[in-house]
């Protein structure tokens, strides 16, 4: 493959459509903690407008400064759902991505578009889960998919259940068993500011 300038992948391997699925109904913030806080991509990417919402498998694309070419080679491989995610060789402030190719990948069943991937702190390999809203960007390896699906919904369920412990006035020093550790680090309660040694 040496000298090679583009390569297309047809035969993307993507996660179980069952997984990503399930990985569409929680946020980025849960998935990228049911993953032991690994997988989000750097702060900076963010959705163009409040409360858009994507999840899909990857379409990775390498692009150069100026040139889209690989974005038309990607809206090619689309399937419905898929999310393309582009990284560049260099920073570019080139109109990249317009209507006319918004209306391409629509066509195509192109689920969302993430500029600017590389080098944002998780590696995204074609066929990976992409989960995007107002909390930023995270990537589920597809191998992993459904575990992640899985400890998400966990997570989720004990969070309902400490939500509902808190709304009947259960304080999270009790709930976290926090009281001792506290205690342990030299928390000290007062009755009165004049107590204060």
Not at 9 to 26: D, E, G, S, T
Not at 49 to 67: E, K, W
Not at 143 to 156: K, N
Request: hydrophobic share 45%; glycine share 12%.
């Amino acid at each position: 493959m040496v000298g090679k300038t583009g390569i297309a992948v047809r035969n993307i391997q993507r996660a179980p459509a069952a997984a990503v699925a399930q990985l569409a109904k929680f946020g980025v913030a849960t998935i990228h903690e049911a993953m032991g806080r690994t997988g989000l991509l750097a702060p900076y990417l963010r959705p163009i407008y409040r409360g858009a919402r994507v999840c899909g498998s990857a379409v990775t694309v390498l692009g150069h400064p100026g040139d889209n070419w690989m974005l038309h080679v990607a809206a090619e491989l689309l399937q419905a759902g898929d999310v393309v995610v582009m990284g560049m060789t260099a920073p570019d402030d080139h109109a990249m991505f317009g209507e006319l190719l918004g209306t391409s990948f629509r066509a195509r069943g192109g689920a969302g578009l993430v500029v600017d991937a590389m080098c944002a702190g998780a590696l995204v390999h074609a066929g990976d889960v992409i989960v995007g809203d107002d909390d930023g960007v995270v990537v589920v390896p597809a191998a992993q998919a459904a575990q992640v699906a899985r400890a998400s919904q966990e997570r989720e369920d004990r969070e309902a259940a400490t939500r509902a412990r808190l709304a009947k006035g259960e304080l999270g020093l009790d709930i976290y068993d926090m009281r001792g550790k506290l205690s342990a680090a030299g928390l000290e309660y007062y009755e009165k500011p004049e107590d204060v040694k």
